[in-house]
């Protein structure tokens, strides 16, 4: 089984009863070397304390998803983003 987490700093992460930083690092650490997790982002682990507010538990989440990781950077622009400037308006790629 897998999980497929996306739209890092897309929402404002200290809102809500489970404030997305904790929840993140309870899924991942549910999940640590039992199950894969793929993580879509446009933000480097860098600038991931930009996002969540706590860099201690940022530092934590960032340990754990990077262990015995496989790292792909496919580069700067998002394949949505250049997906809709190709695409004429009105329709969309399926």
């Keep these: 089984m897998r999980a497929t987490l996306s739209g890092f700093g897309v929402v404002d992460a ?11 690092f309870q ?3 549910e999940r640590e070397e039992r199950a894969s997790i793929a993580i879509a ?3 480097p682990f860098s ?4 996002v969540f507010p706590d860099l201690r538990l940022v530092a934590a989440i960032v ?5 015995n990781a496989h790292i792909i950077e496919t ?6 983003l250049r997906t809709s400037r190709t695409t004429a308006p009105g329709k969309r790629a399926s």
């Design 41 to 43: 982002t446009n933000l």
């Design 63 to 67: 340990d754990r998803v990077t262990f």
């Design 75 to 80: 580069g700067a622009q998002s394949y949505r």
């Design 27 to 29: 899924i991942i650490t």
């Design 47 to 50: 600038e991931w304390g930009t």
């Design 14 to 24: 200290g809102q809500g009863r489970h404030p997305l930083p904790v929840r993140l």
